[in-house]
């Protein structure tokens, strides 16, 4: 079973390039969540969606938008990346929303 | 003030050591959630709880509601028990629940 799959495992951006991270799951889970995590900070919030076709803000959305067109899928998206977007992002998902969250691998964003 | 405060933020042991890794919270809560990252990044959840105490193998996660407080321990460590553990309280936020996380632990087991 794969679980979650996020990909690219690792990408390097020109800044004011967009991007899409993709993220997917087979086990389906209504939850899905972006989160980004960065040295010294806990993981961060940045799109959730509790069930398809429907997707909310985190603590940190600005420069990110999500789409949940349908059980499985996920994506992220930057318009325009910033220098400042430079981390780790992984994908999530869950049976409930307050249910225990399985990790994918994550992507390592460098934006420059 | 973080909402979900953990201690300490690094521990280095050695091995056999028994572990104890500390996560207090200010907000009120619906579960706690202990987390493993492994040195490679990978994310595992380890346990989810409301009260009491739960076991898995060599790890015990314990709560205390009223003191806004979780432990987890770790006995007879081992080197491969090295990795980050991160504390994540699930709080109901307008009409939502969202995880409030903790910055983790990192440690680190000698042989």
């Known amino acids: 079973t794969a679980g979650i799959t996020q990909a690219p495992t690792s990408q390097i951006l020109a800044a004011g390039r967009s991007m899409t991270l993709r993220c997917t799951q087979d086990?389906?889970?209504?939850?899905m969540y972006w989160y980004r995590q960065d040295l010294g900070l806990g993981l961060r919030l940045i799109h959730y969606?509790?069930?398809?076709?429907?997707?909310g803000k985190g603590e940190v959305p600005d420069g990110y938008s999500v789409s949940r067109a349908n059980t499985d899928d996920f994506p992220l998206t930057l318009a325009s990346a910033v220098p400042s977007q430079t981390s780790v992002y992984f994908c999530?998902?869950?049976?409930?929303?307050?249910?225990?969250?399985?990790f994918g691998a994550g992507t390592r964003l460098s934006v420059l | 003030k973080n909402e979900v405060e953990q201690s300490p933020q690094n521990l280095t042991a050695q091995e056999g050591e028994f572990i104890t890794i500390n996560c207090s919270y200010s907000?009120?809560?619906?579960?706690l959630h202990w987390l493993q990252q492994h040195p490679g990044g990978g994310i595992v959840s380890l346990f989810m709880?409301?009260?009491?105490?739960k076991k898995h193998g060599r790890l015990i996660a314990t709560i205390n509601i009223q003191e806004k407080h979780s432990s987890l321990h770790i006995t007879a460590s081992h080197p491969r028990d090295s990795a980050v553990y991160i504390c994540?309280?699930?709080?109901?936020?307008?009409?939502?629940?969202?995880?409030?996380w903790g910055a983790g632990t990192k440690l680190i087991i000698k042989p």
């Open positions: 969606s509790n069930t398809a076709g429907t997707t």
């Open positions: 907000v009120g809560i619906s579960a």
């Open positions: 994540a309280v699930l709080s109901r936020m307008d009409s939502n629940y969202q995880l409030i």
């Open positions: 086990m389906r889970h209504n939850a």
């Open positions: 999530a998902s869950s049976p409930t929303p307050v249910g225990i969250q399985y």
């Open positions: 709880l409301s009260s009491g105490k």
